[in-house]
T-cell receptor
Framework: QKEVEQNSGPLSVPEGAIASLNCTYSDRGSQSFFWYRQYSGKSPELIMFIYSNGDKEDGRFTAQLNKASQYVSLLIRDSQPSDSATYLC????????????FGKGTRLSVIA | DAGITQSPRHKVTETGTPVTLRCHQTENHRYMYWYRQDPGHGLRLIHYSYGVKDTDKGEVSDGYSVSRSKTEDFLLTLESATSSQTSVYFCAIKTSTDTQYFGPGTRLTVL
């Protein structure tokens, strides 16, 4: 059973701080890693994807991947109240038929 | 929004009735997915399709069937709805770069 684990939270951070969201996965063959943000009552929206070990930055967001440790994280710099949402980590082994495996999400609350 | 629509957006039905949810995409993507999302369970894959008439089961497929007779439409059918199928249902597509995008969701209540 392929699993993706996330701390459910809530993770509370003050406005302007760095929020750090973590995700571990069980399938060593995983190749592609995704972070989604989901506001209450809305559908998940893709924030970032990462395929290679190391860091990938996009604006205030940085995804970090360590395949040896089977660990992927999302850093949000200068957190804003509008970042308050549930963040979903998703993993897949290949680009064929294998569907994404989602974690249950971490709820982030940014306090003004 | 990757050109994905779902209908209906909200539905209330009674136990034992058949229900069909529709997912429509405008961009000709090969892969389409149906998920349900429930508190404490996260997103769970019901069925997916990798082409017209090509479908496969996900982790929670019991009680659900799907059909894909043309590229743009992926239908999810509950043959005889039960209260345990009360949920929010999301359709998704996967692009050629392996990124997955979700539709707006359908909130289904089975009384």
């Amino acid at each position: 059973q392929k699993e993706v684990e996330q701390n459910s939270g809530p993770l509370s951070v003050p406005e302007g701080a760095i929020a750090s969201l973590n995700c571990t996965y069980s399938d060593r063959g995983s190749q592609s890693f995704f972070w989604y943000r989901q506001y209450s009552g809305k559908s998940p929206e893709l924030i970032m994807f990462i395929y290679s070990n190391g860091d990938k930055e996009d604006g205030r967001f940085t995804a970090q991947l360590n395949k040896a440790s089977q660990y992927v994280s999302l850093l949000i710099r200068d957190s804003q109240p509008s970042d308050s949402a549930t963040y979903l980590c998703a993993v897949t082994a290949d680009s064929g038929n294998t569907p994404l495996v989602f974690g249950k999400g971490t709820r982030l609350s940014v306090i003004a | 929004d990757a050109g994905i629509t779902q209908s209906p957006r909200h539905k209330v039905t009674e136990t034992g009735t058949p229900v069909t949810l529709r997912c429509h995409q405008t961009e000709n993507h090969r892969y389409m997915y149906w998920y349900r999302q429930d508190p404490g369970h996260g997103l769970r894959l019901i069925h997916y399709s990798y082409g017209v008439k090509d479908t496969d089961k996900g982790e929670v497929s019991d009680g659900y069937s799907v059909s894909r007779s043309k590229t743009e439409d992926f239908l999810l059918t509950l043959e005889s709805a039960t209260s345990s199928q009360t949920s929010v249902y999301f359709c998704a597509i996967k692009t050629s770069t392996d990124t997955q995008y979700f539709g707006p969701g359908t909130r289904l209540t089975v009384l």
